[in-house]
């Protein structure tokens, strides 16, 4: 191959499904692939992930291998069975650097052991629209200084386990009333304060940042992930990062549904990005596709090749950093410790004796993915029933399961009017009735005890059966 192609290979970021290298990611990891994406499809358990790493790096020694490890709602190590660690929402209602700190470091020490050197993480949008159907719990909070100081710290717990640090989604995709998987969102005016958290990363040496695929009008007409106003001009420019720029993953419709992922591909590059994941349902044919669009927009002019080899020594630059080990310290109790703390409770919620849990289940955030965990496994003698919409005979429910307290879970229910009305209706059937809010707490109707967890981890959940079996 010639430099040109092993540079433009050093750009990609593809992923494949399964815990084997295909023969098709061996020939590429040849050809110059600059890193791999995991996804929880590549995940059966850390022993077999480590077994993973170390075979792709077998074929590549230098390479970027990344994975959403955010904590709480966003895993890929525990995705069966749910985080150990609660989610940024759950830190910053606890509000204390030094918890967020630690249960950084407790993740990237999970990441480090298994051979993981760059780390999707933090969410540093700050959550000021209550409507975001895609950031929410992932985000600190709805305050940017609050958010800025949870992600400084969070970078310093990744960053100090040799693990690469990435805040997300630049320039802020909180601000924002759709997602970006599904369409391209428009960021709302207050740009300074969507930057504060940035700036705040930027400063404390994160070692990467992402791009979101988000039109900021005012800055320029294009997606934030193709704008050289944005990436070159702002981030690097008025910012002065000078490290890795990763964008999200190409395939989302924000960014690929009018142009196609390949010249995708290409005007990010020439916009100022370095890595480019090309996400969770692109392998093979993409990666084919894409580096092909590369060489041939060099080739003809469109892109400088400058650009391409300035790319490709970033992400050379990360690897070399990055030093995750196989003692990597993680300690799993602070996960638990630090989603104890962040609970917040109304009325009496302790249950004694049969419980059904009744759970009203929103549509998925696609960066998380369907729960396959439930409070009901954490709970003795409990019996677990899942609404999708608001049930059509809740007498005839509630007449059933005669002699169980009801415990009703709900997922931003603020967002969803269907379980605002069950769980009036519920209340006044049963107004011993209990609702555990894992998303966004909001208005809920009066009567009900409750309590908030600010998340739907393993470790949130956990901690919320605590609380009800004291």
């Keep these: 191959m010639s430099e040109l192609e092993r540079q433009a290979a050093a750009c990609l970021q593809p992923s494949f499904p399964g815990h084997e290298v295909p023969e098709w990611v061996a020939r590429w990891l040849e050809r110059g692939l600059g890193g791999i994406t995991l996804f929880a499809y590549n ?37 069966e069975g749910g985080s150990s660690y609660p989610g940024n929402l759950a830190l910053g209602a606890v509000d204390d650097v030094a ?3 630690e249960v ?8 480090a052991r298994a051979g993981v050197n760059l780390n999707m993480a933090p969410v540093a949008d700050t959550n000021t629209n209550p409507r975001n159907p895609v950031i929410g719990v992932r985000s600190f909070g709805s305050d940017p200084e609050l958010v800025a100081r949870h992600v400084v710290a969070f970078v310093a ?4 386990q040799g693990v690469a640090a990435c805040a997300k989604h630049f320039p802020g995709h909180g601000d924002t009333a759709v997602d970006s998987h599904r369409e391209l969102p428009t960021v709302g005016d207050d740009l300074a304060s969507a930057l504060l ?3 705040a990363a930027v400063e404390a040496g994160v070692k990467a940042v992402m791009t979101g ?6 800055l320029d007409d294009a997606p934030a992930t193709i704008s050289r106003p944005i990436v070159s001009g702002l981030l690097r420019g008025e910012l002065g990062f000078d490290g890795l720029i990763f964008t999200d993953a190409l395939e989302m419709q924000g960014i690929s549904g009018t142009r196609g992922v390949p010249e995708a591909a290409v005007l990010a590059l020439a916009a100022g990005a370095d890595a480019l994941c090309l996400g969770h349902d692109l392998h093979e044919e993409a990666v084919e596709q894409v580096h092909a669009a590369i060489v041939g927009a060099v080739r003809s002019g469109r892109l400088a090749e400058e650009r391409v080899a300035e790319a490709a020594e970033r992400v050379a630059a990360v690897c070399r950093w990055a030093s995750p080990t196989d003692e990597g310290a993680a300690d799993r109790s602070i996960g638990a410790e630090a ?25 998925a955030n696609i960066a998380a993915g369907e729960a396959l965990h439930g409070l009901a496994d954490l709970l003795p003698d409990a019996v677990a029933v899942q609404l999708r919409e608001a049930p059509r005979d809740l007498a005839g429910l509630v007449a059933r399961h005669e002699g169980r307290r009801f415990v009703l879970v709900v997922r931003d229910a603020a967002r969803h009017p269907w379980q605002q009305a069950t769980v009036a209706a519920v209340a006044a059937l049963r107004p011993d009735a209990i609702v555990v809010e894992t998303g966004l707490p909001g208005s809920s109707p009066d009567g009900p005890a409750s309590i908030s967890t600010y998340g739907a981890g393993r470790a949130n959940l956990a901690a919320a059966a605590e609380a009800l079996s004291l």
């Design 104 to 111: 950084a470091s407790a993740i990237a020490g999970e990441l």
């Design 213 to 218: 695929h988000l039109l900021v009008p005012g």
């Design 99 to 101: 918890l967020t700190e």
């Design 43 to 79: 995940v059966h358990d850390p022993a077999q992930l480590a077994e993973l790493t170390t075979a792709l790096r077998a074929e590549r020694p230098e390479l970027l291998i990344s994975i959403d490890e955010e904590g709480g709602d966003v895993t890929r190590l525990e995705a």
């Design 197 to 199: 958290p940035f700036r």
């Design 339 to 363: 989603s104890r703390r962040a609970l917040e409770y109304s009325g009496d919620v302790v249950v004694g004796g049969a419980i059904l849990v009744l759970e009203l289940v929103p549509e």
């Design 157 to 160: 717990g990744t960053q100090r």
